[in-house]
């Protein structure tokens, strides 16, 4: 537990003056985990004439945190610079870096961007914490399972890679790609987008509207785009051959690109970019994730009850589930059917639901892209590394109550 309190600003008098940290390194540790916990954005280190002064920015508002003798200066903010590898040595220039902290509890790394500026007494530091918590809504809003998710979070940390929701049409991949666009704060990258049409309006994101009646297309505009230093590319639609060179290229060369692709499951996406004659030893370093989801009907929540299903349904249900599940789940699998109900309208469901499948491209994948395998074998090789099928997702989901055994196993 945390034994620290936030003090008013005004308060400052009643703020003991701590003498000397003699651990620096705990001591930094334990005020990224108490900035973390309590959700602070900000973290500022100012160095006074005779104490250092550490306030949080909570919520937009500043909250003192410590006061420490001014001769510790020098050792906090070496131990922040040697946790970022930057120059020690350099104190009378502003400095900018990122800190990875890795917070146990919830075993996430969490970026920490830091600024330095000299001052009369010494270096001034101020670090903001980048913990998105819109985007873990944002994400969240994806449906995707517990293991997906992680496996999503931790892909989008890339600095560079192709990230590709794959579907058929009307499976909504536009909106799980702009889910995950905004799962980035567009003030710490330079994000700009190539889209058929606007869609949504993203704030601080600069979107682009191809025009290929006047010769602006996905390809030229991703040409141009190249050239405007972008951190991250979302690129609408990979349709020709043209544009996923140019994709894989940006991304082989320290892009993020995200973008759609019109093909039924994620290994059958790496079979099409190979079919689009695109080299296989560049898809193999650059692609990241690929997302193949489903859209499909959810059962109505006012109407739904438990249903028995039948034998052979169940027999299906439990060889698709065995390598996913534990015996105990395996034997006491419940399912629901639908009554029927005004607030469906008499259909047994009412909104929508999302299954997906998230394939992350490893090592293991490689040697199977250049030799252009096929996407049922990479498929088997991916479910061997932890792949959830769509189908497994989609039982799970009918677990969960939010759709029925025999609509998942339309899907086979
Ligand atoms: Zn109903």
Same mark, same amino acid.
């Given at each position: ?236 639609? =990979?349709? $020709? /051959? ?5 994709? +894989?290229?940006?991304?082989?060369? %320290?892009?993020? @690109?995200? !973008? ?63 390598? =996913?599940? $534990? /015996? ?5 699998? +419940?399912?629901?059917?639908?009554? %029927?109900?005004? @607030?469906? !309208? ?67």
């Amino acid at each position: 537990m945390s034994d620290f309190t936030l003090k008013e600003i005004n308060k400052i008098d009643q703020l003991e003056t701590k003498e000397d940290i003699w651990d620096v390194v705990s001591y930094i540790n334990e005020t990224f985990r108490n900035a973390v916990e309590i959700w602070i954005s900000d973290i500022h280190i100012e160095p006074t004439e005779h104490f250092i002064l550490v306030r949080f920015r909570k919520d937009g508002d500043f909250f003192l945190y410590d006061k420490i003798w001014a001769r510790n200066t020098s050792a906090i903010v070496t131990r922040l610079k040697v946790l970022s590898k930057v120059k020690i040595d350099e104190n009378k220039k502003p400095q900018d870096w990122k800190i990875v902290y890795v917070y146990e509890k919830e075993k996430k790394n969490i970026d920490i961007r830091v600024s330095t500026l000299p001052t009369k007494y010494g270096e001034k530091v101020v670090m903001r914490i980048l913990k998105q918590d819109a985007s873990l809504t944002n994400l969240e809003a994806l449906w995707l399972i517990e293991v997906n998710l992680e496996k999503v979070r931790e892909a989008l940390k890339s600095k560079y890679g192709i990230i590709l929701i794959s579907g058929p049409t009307w499976s909504w991949k536009s909106t799980t790609l702009f889910w995950i666009l905004k799962s980035f704060n567009p003030l710490e990258y330079n994000i700009s987008t190539l889209e058929d049409p606007v869609e949504y309006d993203i704030e601080f994101v600069n979107q682009s509207q191809v025009k290929p009646e006047i010769g602006y297309t996905f390809a030229t505009w991703l040409r141009t785009l190249l050239r405007q230093d972008p951190d991250i590319i979302m690129v609408w639609e =990979i349709r $020709d /051959k043209e544009t996923a060179v140019l994709a +894989v290229e940006a991304a082989l060369t %320290w892009h993020l @690109v995200l !973008s759609t692709i019109h093909t039924n499951s994620a290994t059958s996406t790496i079979q099409r970019l190979v079919n689009m004659w695109v080299e296989t030893f560049l898809i193999a370093s650059a692609m990241k994730m690929v997302i193949s989801q489903r859209l499909w009907k959810r059962i109505c929540s006012n109407c739904k009850e438990i249903y028995t299903p039948k034998e052979v349904e169940l027999k299906k249900a439990k060889k698709i589930l065995e390598p =996913i599940l $534990d /015996k105990d789940s395996l034997e006491n699998l +419940v399912f629901y059917h639908w009554k %029927w109900c005004e @607030v469906c !309208s008499w259909t047994g469901y009412k909104w929508r639901l999302w299954v997906h499948e998230v394939l992350i491209v490893e090592d293991y994948l490689e040697p199977m892209i250049l030799e252009k395998a096929s996407a049922n074998e990479m498929q088997d090789e991916a479910v061997k590394h932890g792949m959830v099928t769509i189908v497994q997702d989609w039982l799970l989901k009918a677990l969960i109550w939010e759709t029925t055994i025999e609509e998942a196993l339309k899907l086979i």
